[in-house]
């Protein structure tokens, strides 16, 4: 997958040298590039911001360094890439998002900063590829930057041979609709504080279904947005029973 990112700190991307990422690009399953929104100025203070139309506080991104840098990372003669613009008034982030990402083959993330990014660049840009304004949560942060690292983060690690053992993704949060289940290691008992009995009793089918319990608890008492939007047919009737 092809990942470009641009933005006014590229500083910022650093930790996508790291651990499985930094991995991923090593062997070429990660193509990811940042850009320095800046190399699109032309000004001696290579200015990015102006202030805002109707006025009101903060500044806005100026239109024609963004116009510049799309028009460089995603020319009219090659396939569009898919644009994603973190913003707090966004869609929402989720993992279903991330899968859908993962089976993109080029994303293009334009990190705001200040207020953020002159409407228009989105509008126009839509006229040439499909573009999604997306909220890692309800709140507000200084840019886009760390989102991305987010988004980047977990869509890199859906893609195939990024993960050591893929069947983890099968049984995490959120693969299902669910929260996953308390998640325990050596020794048994620690502080006085012990293993649940029945994940060391060897019963692989009491163990699945603990774990499908303890989930199913977990989501409704963290959750019930989540247990509300399982269709019915994810539900069995031990399910509906515990
Ligand atoms: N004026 C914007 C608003 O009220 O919707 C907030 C701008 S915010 C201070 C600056 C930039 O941070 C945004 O353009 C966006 O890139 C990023 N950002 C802030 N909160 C975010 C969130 N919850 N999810 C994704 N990006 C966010």
Redesign the pocket.
């Known amino acids: 997958m092809r990942v470009d990112v641009v933005s006014i700190f590229p500083e910022y991307f650093a930790p996508l040298d790291l651990s499985l990422i930094g991995r991923a690009r090593a062997n070429g399953v990660l193509q990811l590039a940042v850009h320095d929104l800046r190399t699109w100025t032309h000004d001696v203070h290579r200015t990015v911001d102006d202030t805002p139309y109707g006025g009101g506080p903060g500044m806005v991104m100026r239109p024609e360094p963004w116009g510049a840098a799309l028009d460089a990372l995603a020319p009219a003669e090659a396939p569009p890439p898919r644009l994603l613009v ?5 869609v929402p982030f989720t993992q279903a998002m991330a899968y859908e990402l993962a089976a993109e083959s080029h994303l293009l993330f334009a ?7 002159d409407q228009r660049v989105l509008e126009h840009a839509a006229t040439r590829m499909p573009v999604t304004e ?4 309800d ?6 930057e760390v ?1 991305v690292l987010v988004m980047v983060e977990a869509v890199t690690r859906l893609l195939p041979g990024v993960l050591g053992n893929a069947g983890s993704l099968d049984e995490e949060s959120h693969a299902h609709g669910l929260l996953e289940a308390p998640i325990y290691t050596k020794p048994p008992s620690w502080r006085g504080h012990d293993v649940p009995e029945v994940l060391r009793s060897g019963d692989h089918g009491k163990i699945a279904r603990w774990r499908r319990e303890e989930g199913l608890l977990r989501t409704a008492a963290r959750r019930p947005d989540l247990l509300a939007a399982l269709p019915a047919d994810r539900l069995d009737k031990r399910d509906i029973a515990a």
């Open positions: 973190p913003s707090p008034a966004g990190c705001g900063r200040y207020e953020g990014i997306v909220s890692l949560g709140y507000v942060l200084f840019g886009g989102a």
